[in-house]
C-alpha cells in the first residue's frame, strides 16, 4: 500500500490493474465519538469548473445518473466511522478534467476538532491502493482530501489536504455551482427560555438576536450563503484553480445537457410513504395478493433459491437498487444481469451450482460475482466458499459475494478462504448480511427516492417478503453458543478473564448493535450509526478481548447509538447481573437561562413520556445530581435541582426493562428485549425532546464508554 504525503500523486494504473472502478474512503474520529462531516464530490472541466450544478454530488444528490460517482453512505469501524465514495473512473465523461473529493461539516464545527483525518483508495478487487493522513486541518468548516485528475489519457490521484473556511456553500460556489438560499427558508422554532428565566427572576432580558441571522443547528444543517461569505474566506488549494466570478456553471455545460435545479445546501427533509388506503377487504382474515408469496415454502433449500431469485430480479429491474447494493464491491456501472442455479465445472469434483450469479456490463466490459445464500440463520460453509473462490479465479470473475443472516465484523471474517498468490488475476470476497439489504431498500423508499411507483412499489414487496416470517431472511437472530455460559458464569461468579467464550459474546454484542442501527435508521431514513471511541490503528481483536474482560469483571455490556438530529447518543446497557436493559440519552443544559427554567422546559417537552422514565440531574464535579420518576418531578420540577448549589451540566434520562433470557429472538429472547428497549426508547422519549443540538453539546464528554458494532468490507 502506498502512503501518500500532501502534494502527492500517483498513477492509478501504477498501483493495479482493477481501477476502473474504485471505491475512496474519507474517515476521521473525534474524542466524543459525535463528531461527525458529510462528503462531496464536484466533477471539473479543464477551466477547474462544474459543467453544470449536477456535478455536485453531496447529500442531497448522492449518485450520478451514469453511475460514475456515488455517495455509499457511512460505514461503522473499529476506531471511527468512514464515509465511502464508489468511483467508476470509466464512466465519467470524457470532457471532465478531475474529481475533487471534500467533506464538510456543520453547525460551526470545524475540522481542527477531528482526530484522524485521513483516505484510503481500494481497487476492484478490494485490496487497499494508497492511505493519506491529513495533518492539521485547521479551522475550517469544509476540507478538500484529494483528486482524481487526468493526464496522458490515464488516471492519477493527488492528496491535496486543504481547507475552506467557507463551509460547503462556499467551496461549491468557488467551483462554480449556483447555490440555492436556504437560510430564509429555515424556520424559527420557539425559543420561550428568556422569558421564563425574566418571569422567575422579575426582570425583563432582551431577546436574542433574529433567528435568520443565527442559523439553526437542527437536522436541517444550513450552512452559510455564499452572498454572506467575503471571497477572501476560501483557501484555494494550488492544485485546483479557483474559476473567476464572471464565469458561471451553466455557460461550461454543453448545449444538450439538461440545466439541473440548484443544489441546495440545507438537507432534504425525510419523507415518509403516505399512508395506505383503507382496504376492501371485508374482514382482516383475507389476505392481500403479494407478488413474492412465501406460504409455499416448504424447507431451507426452497428459502435460499426464492429469497436469492426474489432478491436478484429486484436488482435487475430497480437499477438504483442493484447499483446501491453493487457499488461497494467494485462493480461497473452498467446494463445488469442476474441468474440463478447456473452450473460450473470444478475440476474432478464435477460442476458447482452457486445460488446466483451477478454480471455488469458496460461498453464491451464485464463484471461478474458469484453469489452464495444461507438463509433462517444456518452458517456459510468454508469449503463451499472457497470452491466459488477457485472458480471465480480460473474464469476471470471479479467477485464472490456470500449472504447470510450474519453480520460480518471488521477483522473478523465469517469464513476462512485461502487465495493464491500466484494468480495473477484477484478476486474479491465481499459479504452481505440481509439486514442491509433491507436497510438500503427501507432507505431508497423513505429517505432518497427512487426512479418511479413502479420501483418503489417492487422494493415494497421485496422488504414485505424479507420481513415475513417464513422468508428466513430476518437478519442477525442468535447470540450463539456461549451465551447461556456466560450468563450462568457471571451469576455464579465463575468466569474469568480470558475466556474465549465472553470474546464471543462480545462480538455476537457487536453484530446486534450493529443490526439494530440498520434497522432503525431504514425505519427513520435517518443515519444511525454506533459510536466509537477507540483511536485509528487499534487492533480489533485486542480491542474486544479488553471489552470481554470488562464484561467478566462488570456483567454488562455497553453500546451508544447515535442518531442524526438528536440532541445526543442513545445509550444501552445490559447488565447480565440483574437482568436489567437499560436506554439512556444525557441531554445538554442550555448556555442561557436558569436551572429551573430547564427542568420546566425538559419536563414540558416530555409531556407524553412514560411516567417511570428516570431523570438524572448531571452536575459539574464529583458526585451524581438529583434524579427521580418523571411521574414525581411532573408536578415539582424543583425538585431535580441540586440542593448545594453545584452547576448543572445536562440530563440523563433512563428507562429500564427486564432482558430476555434467551439467544435467539423469540419473544422472551435477549434479541427481541433488546429491539424492544430501543423503539420503546425513541418513540417514547426521544421523539419528544427538542431536536435542536445546544453548542456545548458538541464538545461535551460523555461520562460512559461504549463499545458498538463494526461492519467489515
Known sequence: MRKLVKGANVSLPALSDHTGSVVLSLAWSSATGEGDADVSVLLLDENGKVRSDADFYFYNNPVAENGSVQLLGKTPTADGNEDRISFDLEAIPPD??????????????????????????????????????????????????????????????????????????????????????????????????SEEA?????????????????????????????????????????????????????????????????????????????????????????????LFPVSALRNDREREMRATSVLLSVMTQVPEFG?????????????????????????????????????????????????????????????????????????????????????????????DVKLDGRRKHKVALWHLSWAEVAHQAQMLIRHEGVGNAAHAWLLQELLHYLQHENSGCHGFQNMGSAWVPVRNGIDDETLCQGDPRAVEVVENWERLVRQVCLRLGGELGQKVL????????????????????????QGRLHAELRIEGTPGTLALTADLRTGKLRSSIE?????????????????????????????????????????????????????????????????????????????????????????????????????????RTPRRAQNAEPQSGATSGTRRR
Not at 97 to 109: E, F, P, Q, T
Not at 232 to 253: F, G, H, K, L, Y
Not at 334 to 351: A, Y
Not at 636 to 661: H, V, Y
Open 587 to 691: 441531554v445538554p443544559a442550555s448556555e442561557q437561562g436558569y436551572p429551573l427554567t430547564w427542568a420546566k422546559r425538559l419536563i414540558r417537552q416530555l409531556a407524553a413520556a412514560p411516567a417511570d422514565l428516570h431523570v438524572e440531574a448531571l452536575v459539574d464535579g464529583p458526585g451524581a445530581g438529583p434524579r427521580g420518576t418523571l411521574e414525581r418531578l411532573r408536578p415539582e420540577p424543583a425538585d431535580i435541582l441540586p440542593k448545594d448549589g453545584a452547576q448543572i451540566t445536562g440530563f440523563r434520562l433512563s428507562l429500564f426493562r427486564s432482558m430476555g433470557s434467551g439467544r435467539g429472538s423469540a419473544e422472551t429472547g435477549f434479541i427481541r428485549s433488546v429491539d424492544d428497549a430501543v423503539d420503546r426508547f425513541h418513540a417514547h422519549v426521544i421523539t419528544h425532546l427538542d431536536r
Open 96 to 193: 471532465v478534467d478531475r474529481a475533487v473529493v471534500a467533506a464538510s461539516r456543520y453547525g460551526g464545527a470545524r475540522f481542527g476538532d477531528l482526530d484522524d483525518l485521513g483516505l484510503t483508495l481500494a481497487d476492484a478487487s478490494g485490496e487497499c491502493l494508497l492511505q493519506f493522513s491529513a495533518e492539521d486541518a485547521g479551522e475550517v468548516g469544509a476540507f478538500i482530501f484529494g483528486e482524481f485528475y487526468r493526464r496522458s489519457g490515464e488516471w492519477k490521484f493527488r492528496a491535496v489536504g486543504q481547507g475552506y473556511a467557507s463551509g460547503l456553500a462556499g467551496l461549491a460556489t468557488d467551483f462554480g455551482v449556483n447555490i440555492e438560499d436556504d437560510a430564509s427558508e429555515e424556520e424559527a422554532a420557539e425559543d420561550d427560555i
Open 530 to 553: 454506533p459510536v466509537q471511541r477507540t483511536r485509528r490503528g487499534t487492533d480489533p481483536q485486542a480491542r474486544r478481548a479488553a471489552l470481554a474482560d470488562q464484561l467478566c469483571s
Open 323 to 415: 447499483r446501491r447494493l453493487t457499488a461497494a464491491f467494485g462493480a461497473l456501472a452498467g446494463r445488469m444481469e442476474t441468474f440463478t442455479e447456473v452450473s460450473l465445472p470444478h475440476g474432478d469434483s464435477g460442476p458447482r451450482r452457486p445460488d446466483g450469479v451477478v454480471r455488469v456490463e458496460r461498453a464491451g466490459k464485464l463484471w461478474t460475482a458469484l453469489i452464495e445464500t444461507k438463509t433462517n440463520g444456518h452458517p456459510l460453509k468454508a469449503e463451499q466458499v472457497q470452491a466459488y473462490m477457485d472458480i471465480a479465479a480460473r474464469r476471470g470473475y471479479e467477485a464472490v459475494i456470500t449472504l447470510s443472516n450474519d453480520v460480518a465484523l471488521e477483522g473478523r471474517p465469517l469464513v
Open 198 to 290: 425574566a418571569e422567575e427572576s422579575g426582570q425583563e432580558r432582551e431577546r436574542e438576536p433574529d433567528r435568520e441571522q443565527q442559523p439553526e443547528q437542527g437536522p436541517d444543517r444550513t450552512q452559510e450563503t455564499a452572498a454572506a461569505r467575503a471571497p477572501s474566506a476560501a483557501v484555494q488549494p494550488p492544485s485546483i484553480p479557483a474559476p473567476r466570478a464572471s464565469e458561471s456553471a451553466s455557460d461550461a455545460a454543453p448545449a444538450a445537457r439538461k440545466a439541473a435545479a440548484r443544489p441546495r445546501t440545507a438537507r432534504k427533509k425525510v419523507t415518509l410513504p403516505r399512508a395506505a388506503k383503507q382496504s376492501l377487504a371485508e374482514n382482516d382474515s383475507w389476505r392481500a395478493a403479494r
